[in-house]
Antibody
């Protein structure tokens, strides 16, 4: 069974950074791109970027360049997203999602809530 | 960026009714269109990819169609468990972009 287990909710201060993890199981980690998606409260979804776990290659939405950094640890089959210089605009739920051959996100993590507040 | 305009923003349907949600892309996305369902407090789930391919386990009352810039998803015979928000997403060109969502409720 494919599973993506994300780390828990985060409360962080403005200007700080946060690193979210997405632990995978049930499939070959290096065979599927992992995407990250932002959902601000009550709003639609925004694609942040994706990472190829096989070679670490990344593609970012220009809007999130400099804000998000995607990495993987193949030994633990875990994907990570670090968000830096956080502001209230970064308060949202963040999802990791596995991408299938048709570039559709076929499995999703449960989401990680990030709240930026002093 | 490719803009995805989804309509309607909200909709209420009776059990057994047929529901149609549409998505218009700002340019031709060459059949690279997926639909996702998000229930309250849950993660989105993939329903349909490549316009009309049903993801494993998705009931056959869901279907997709379209081409070029115009796409739609239909639910034949609305069920109470279909209450959710639905999003379209294009995967033709990065950045992938989503529609604004359609909130579907039972009447």
């Amino acid at each position: 069974e494919v599973q993506l287990q994300q780390s828990g909710p985060e409360l962080v201060k403005p200007g700080a950074s946060v690193k979210i993890s997405c632990k995978t199981s049930g499939y070959t980690f290096t065979e599927y791109t992992m995407d990250w998606v932002k959902q601000s409260h009550g709003k639609s979804l925004e694609w942040i970027g994706g990472i190829n776990p096989n070679n670490g290659g990344t593609t970012y939405n220009q809007k999130f360049k400099g804000k998000a950094t995607l990495t993987v640890d193949r030994s633990s089959t875990t994907a990570y997203m670090e968000l830096r210089s956080l502001t209230s605009e970064d308060s949202a739920v963040y999802y990791c999602a596995r991408v299938n051959w048709a570039y559709a996100m076929d499995y999703w993590g449960q989401g990680t809530s990030v709240t930026v507040s002093s | 960026d490719i803009q995805m305009t989804q309509s309607p923003a909200s909709l209420a349907a009776s059990v057994g009714e047929t529901v149609t949600i549409t998505c218009r892309a700002s340019e031709n996305i060459y059949y690279s269109l997926a639909w996702y369902q998000q229930k309250q407090g849950k993660s989105p789930q993939l329903l349909i990819y490549n316009v009309n391919s049903l993801e494993d386990g998705v009931p056959s009352r869901f279907s997709g169609s379209g081409s070029g810039t115009q796409y739609s998803m239909k639910i034949n015979s609305m069920q109470p468990e279909d209450t959710a928000t639905y999003f379209c997403k294009q995967a033709y060109d990065v950045p992938w972009t989503f529609g604004g969502g359609t909130k579907l409720e039972i009447k």
